[in-house]
């Protein structure tokens, strides 16, 4: 309840901030349509030539394409914020005020900045996924809702988890922003499923770059296309992840000396 608290505390305090200056808004409105525009009409476009690309269908294709708005969405909103904060506290001494607080410092760095306007990713990939799902229709079952649910949460540990281990590496170097954007580029291939991709860069988007977490998997779950092995393999690396992201974190905060050294 008291992490709830924290979430609402903050949440409330970026809208505060972010209302002062409403133009953003409208500016966040019209990247975000248009990167959806785009988006679909490449589809529209793909699809007017084939009625499969790689064994995706429109539909599923339609539900990927939402799962990566959904999922982007997160990332903006909150993870890339708290981690940018975090790198920029490092290096200029401030995560001082945050460390001396009675709360654990990695939930406060992480929920520390909210970018509300990103809301509207969120709300653009809820209507692609549910417009997907309607057209799918009776293709989705109980299994697949929950297997969907499952590794969505999982694809979020994942994709936080890598986050922080690169916004921790700050402790060790003076500059990591740049990880952030490459991830951030990166990130866009998500808009096609993984097997498209040649071998050695579907391995990369997998292993060394989570993408397929993050938007195929969850979309394969949803489709009916995600074999046990898969599942287990994303629920494993979840936690081992977030278990390595804490050790870093921690080993990181041992070498961090603070404004006042």
């Known amino acids: 309840m008291n992490t709830l608290r ?156 890598f986050w922080l281990i690169l916004a921790s590496l700050s402790f060790w170097f003076v500059r990591v922003e740049n990880l952030l954007v490459i991830f951030q580029s990166v990130y866009q291939a998500g808009r096609w499923p993984v097997s498209l991709y040649p071998g050695w860069l579907r391995f990369a988007l997998t292993f060394v770059i989570p993408v397929a977490f993050a938007t195929t998997i969850p979309a394969e779950a949803l489709t009916g296309r995600l074999d046990a092995s898969t599942l287990l393999w994303a629920l494993g690396l979840a936690i081992l992840l977030a278990a390595l992201a804490r050790l870093i974190w921690k080993l990181g905060l041992r070498r961090y000396s603070g404004a006042s050294a």
């Open 6 to 161: 924290l979430m609402y505390i903050f949440f409330r305090v970026s809208v505060l901030n972010e209302t002062a200056y409403r133009v953003n808004f409208f500016i966040q409105f019209f990247q975000s349509l248009l990167e959806l525009g785009t988006a679909l009409a490449g589809l529209a476009v793909i699809f007017s030539y084939t009625h499969a690309l790689g064994g995706w269908l429109p539909d599923e294709m339609l539900a990927l394409v939402g799962v990566y708005f959904l999922v982007g969405g997160i990332i903006s909103l909150v993870i890339q914020p708290g981690m940018s904060a975090l790198i920029d506290s490092v290096r200029d001494g401030t995560l001082d005020f945050t460390l001396t607080k009675p709360e654990d410092a990695q939930l406060l760095v992480s929920i520390q900045r909210v970018a509300i306007w990103s809301l509207l990713d969120l709300l653009m990939g809820t209507g692609v996924l549910v417009a997907a799902l309607v057209r799918l229709g009776n293709a989705i079952g109980i299994g697949e809702a929950a297997a969907f649910i499952g590794m969505l949460l999982a694809g979020a540990v994942i994709v936080y988890s």
